[in-house]
């Protein structure tokens, strides 16, 4: 008995219920790898408990959906607030799972519930780069090879009847995937990978050994530097630099009063002077220090130019990731989607003052976006598109 035969003795929308319900049940399980994953926790050990008192949390108060709405979003044990998070994503997961069976459930089970794989790891790594600016390489390179395997087992998912044919398609997709993003990604540092931050004429800049410091903000180094070549470049009018002293270990202990108990070096002074930092070295005017043996840098400043990641490896491994589970042709419209929606969104919230333009923005959740899209029915855009385009074109180039 063919595939669609034999589930449709069983009602249709009976499936559809069942992926919602599935999905929610999922989705409890998403939650504990958005919150664990990256902070390199295990995701089976400890089972769930509360963030903030670390109570066991029993089966029957880990209802997908109803605990949730049914404690008003509150720990039954300390009364602490639970995320909304924990609820959208339950939800959100059950929404996509059933829409997932409803475009293609008809047609093929494996590719529903593929899609249903796929659909499971968008949410971990949006969420995730939403909170952390981060997509864990157990997501993508784990979904290179899954997207690779799967692809192999059923032809389907490239929309073809050939494994063979199927893992072309795949392998393209992981090459164009990760090779488009990663030379934008190359392309856009070398064009936009500095920003002038805005200073006044007498601010004074700190640069401690964890941060750097304005007079309205603490910036840590890990905000600044994702690259060994990243500088901060400082054009300064007064410099004063505090180097530890040779006999002080990297990491002294903490005195009751560091400040009166700490020895260090006499500061040296500068007028008018560059200072450039980076991971690996600090230089005012021609002179250099590992920045392991600087204490403080205090600085009145012209300007100030920090260094800006247009796109993380993070990305580019997520898109070859994509590509893997539906080819090259997809990798175009995923791109292009993702790449509207994103100016889009950032746009508005410019617009509306609620992100500066100089900020980060988590590329994933939009790449995650454009593949939502295929699976809900891009392929048939992308070659209708083309499709009108060669009916258009046609005339021209006809002899």
Known sequence: MPETDYWSVIPFHFWTVTFFIFGCIVGS???????????????????????HCNYHIPWYLNIPLVTWLYLRGRCAHCGAPISARYFIVELLTGLLFALSWLCVGASSLALALIYCLVIGALIISSFIDLEHFLIPDSITLGGIGAGFLLSFLFPVLHLSSSSKVSLQE?????????????????????????????????????????????????????????????RIVIEAAAVELTLMTPEEPEEPEKPENPEADSPVSPPLRWESA????????????????????????????????????????????????????????????????????????????????????????????????????????????????FELADHILSPFFSS
């Open 274 to 385: 560059r200072v450039e930092l980076s991971p690996a070295q600090l230089r005012i005017r021609k002179e250099s220090w590992d920045p392991a043996q600087v204490r403080r840098v205090e600085l009145t400043a012209h300007s100030l130019i920090l260094p800006r990641e247009v796109m993380g490896l993070g990305d580019v491994k997520f898109m070859a990731a994509i590509g893997a589970f539906f080819g090259w042709k997809a990798v175009v419209f995923i791109l292009f989607a993702s790449s509207l929606l994103g100016s889009l969104v950032g746009i508005t919230l410019v617009a509306l003052r609620r992100h500066e333009l100089s900020a980060r923005i988590p590329y994933g959740p939009y790449l995650a976006l454009g593949a939502l899209l295929w699976m809900m029915g891009g392929y048939y855009w992308y070659h209708s598109l």
């Open 29 to 51: 399980f998403l939650n504990v790898c958005i919150y664990r994953l990256p902070r390199g926790e295990n995701i089976i050990f400890p089972p769930s408990h509360c963030p």
């Open 170 to 230: 795949s392998a393209l997709g992981i090459l164009a995937g990760g090779g488009l993003l990663y030379a934008i990604s190359r392309l856009g540092k070398i064009a936009f990978g500095r920003y002038r931050y805005q200073v006044k004429p007498d601010d004074r800049i700190t640069l401690s050994e964890e941060a750097m410091e304005t007079p309205t903000e603490k910036i840590p180094y890990s905000d600044i530097f994702y690259r060994p070549s990243d």
